[in-house]
């Protein structure tokens, strides 16, 4: 199923554009189409589900799409972007980055796992209107999740780096590893990586530029020790 036409894409198209060419990723037109339908898609469901405290289309661009597109260049280099892998985007709220990867990557199975059902349906209905068959959607704690194996486990912002792993080490392959998405580089805050549990090696922490915003970002890259 092809994607509606954005009625944000005359408005945006060009600035997503920019951004895709700022981070080097070569999108084609039919999959920018698809992340700008995305977007309207979660404009029109905030209005009234509330997914996420940004509203303005610009802003969404910016802190959202731009933000999450920022990590696929990473991720690509750790998975390999034509390989067939099985990620989990742990507390996706409203698909972010779980819908991103989905679009940019038809070969990676990506399954968004969120505690609030209206999320849940929200990323359901996306796959259905984006035509994206390698995305599925969880309601459910992440905990209470009982199919692992995955190659990649991804957090934006879900909790603190000792709380992400503890609540998903079941879920993740033996090779696999977790990338978490965070603001701040938590090499200046020693506590959150002293707070881990033992057997948990980071084994990098990778700053992110995102095109537009004006903050730090940085993804958490851990793996358990063998």
């Given at each position: 199923m092809r994607p509606e036409a954005s009625a944000l894409g005359p408005a945006l198209g060009p600035a997503l554009a920019g951004v895709c060419e700022s981070l080097g990723l070569a999108v084609d037109a039919a999959t920018q189409a698809r992340l700008l339908a995305y977007l309207a898609l979660l404009q029109r469901w905030n209005a009234t589900y509330n997914l996420t405290a940004v509203r303005e289309p610009a802003e969404m661009l910016t802190q959202h799409l731009a933000d999450c597109l920022a990590v696929v260049g990473p991720l690509r280099r750790q998975l390999g972007s034509s390989a067939a892998c099985r990620i989990l985007?742990?507390?996706s709220g409203g698909g972010l980055p779980g819908v991103v990867l989905a679009a940019l990557e038809p070969a990676w199975s990506v399954t968004c796992v969120d505690a609030v059902g209206k999320k849940a349906a929200f990323i359901r209905q996306a796959a259905v209107e984006l035509g994206l068959?390698?995305?599925?959607?969880e309601h459910a704690r992440v905990e209470s999740l009982k199919a692992g194996g995955f190659d990649l486990i991804v957090s934006r912002a879900f909790a603190s780096l000792a709380d992400f792993v503890t609540l998903t080490r079941p879920l993740l392959a033996p090779t696999g590893v977790w990338a978490a998405m965070?603001?701040?580089?938590?090499?200046?805050?020693?506590?959150?990586?002293d707070a881990l549990p033992a057997g948990i090696d980071v084994f990098h922490v990778e700053p992110i530029t995102v095109p537009g915003l004006d903050a730090e970002r940085c993804i958490v890259w851990m793996r358990q020790q063998a």
């Open positions: 985007d742990v507390g068959r390698n995305l599925s959607a965070k603001g701040k580089t938590p090499t200046a805050e020693l506590v959150e990586l």
